[in-house]
């Protein structure tokens, strides 16, 4: 359709409309949302035909049909406490659907109407995502998702405890992993904690990036995370400048070595070793069932 939608918003069906959540809010947001979840299961949808708002609204959207009443629950469930509906904004009926467009032109209106007309598609709704608007990126992204169905609960009769499997952290979640790690790092560490710190080189030739080198900063090691080159500049150096960036930077912010873990046996082991660097362990199965190895540089 020639639409910009996919870069702005994931595909989705709203449960809440946009509305604005106090800061101080957060929390209990994102406790309704995941409550909510937790009351629904999954289910199925069914999408298409196209459909429109237009001329009230230049809109082009997929129809919803398929398991309508659990989508209504899920929403009412949902919008409630700091997700309800602000006093005095008219309501609208709900009406389930997936937005394709929003600014459509009515002649390209009129013809994606023809040439989607055959469209359907059955899909299984497993979670409920709290999205968030980024005002400079002008663009929505996930800051939370929750899985539909109750959550397991082990040790019944005793002391129970609910478990969740989600993708990813939620804001809660998140700033309870930041408390406590701040808290065992200060005892372990001394009052500052341990510091990792995010720190990258970037090469460009012309203004463009032709290759990232990034990491952390941990005490007196950093760790090398990723070193990327990009396809028609390897092989003219540009890796090789990329390591040494790297291992200058760390020496100026007092770290006395460089580790990584790479595949055992490729190409990037060799090009590591080529550098100065030692294979220190082998990691079995390390990830996807491949071996890879841990490797440093002390200087």
């Not at 873990?261 to 996807?288: K, P, Q, S």
Request: net charge neutral.
């Amino acid at each position: 359709l020639g639409t910009d939608t996919l870069a702005r918003i994931p595909p989705h069906v709203t449960l809440v409309p946009p509305l604005n959540v106090p800061e101080s809010d957060l929390v209990h947001a994102v406790d309704v949302a995941r409550r909510a979840a937790a009351a629904s299961v999954p289910f199925v949808l069914e999408l298409g035909p196209p459909r429109t708002f237009f001329p009230p609204n230049p809109v082009l959207y997929l129809a919803v049909g398929g398991d309508l009443a659990a989508v209504s629950d899920l929403s009412e469930a949902t919008a409630t406490g700091p997700l309800a509906e602000p006093k005095g904004r008219k309501r609208r009926p709900f009406v389930p659907h997936v937005t394709l467009d929003n600014r459509v032109q009515p002649p390209r209106l009129e013809a994606a109407m023809v040439a989607l007309a055959d469209y359907r598609s059955a899909v299984t709704v497993e979670r409920s995502t709290l999205l968030e608007f980024d005002e400079e990126a002008r663009r929505w992204s996930a800051i939370a998702a929750f899985p539909l169905g109750r959550p397991r609960v082990v040790g019944r009769g005793g002391l129970e405890v609910e478990l969740s499997v989600e993708m990813g952290l939620d804001p809660v979640a998140n700033r309870f992993v930041n408390d406590q790690w701040r808290q065992y790092s200060i005892a372990r560490y001394g009052s500052e904690g341990a510091r990792y710190e995010a720190a990258a080189v970037i090469a460009r030739i012309g203004g463009e990036i032709v290759g990232v080198a990034e990491g952390e900063l941990r005490g007196s090691s950093y760790r090398l995370a990723r070193l990327i080159v990009a396809p028609q500049w390897r092989s003219h150096g540009a890796g090789a400048q990329l390591l040494r960036a790297v291992e200058v930077m760390a020496s100026d912010h007092g770290c006395d070595r460089v580790r990584l873990e790479t595949i055992a046996g490729g190409d990037a082991e060799r090009f590591y070793a080529r550098h100065g660097y030692a294979v220190v362990t082998r990691l079995a199965e390390w990830r996807e069932n491949v071996d890879f190895v841990l490797m440093e540089r002390a200087f």
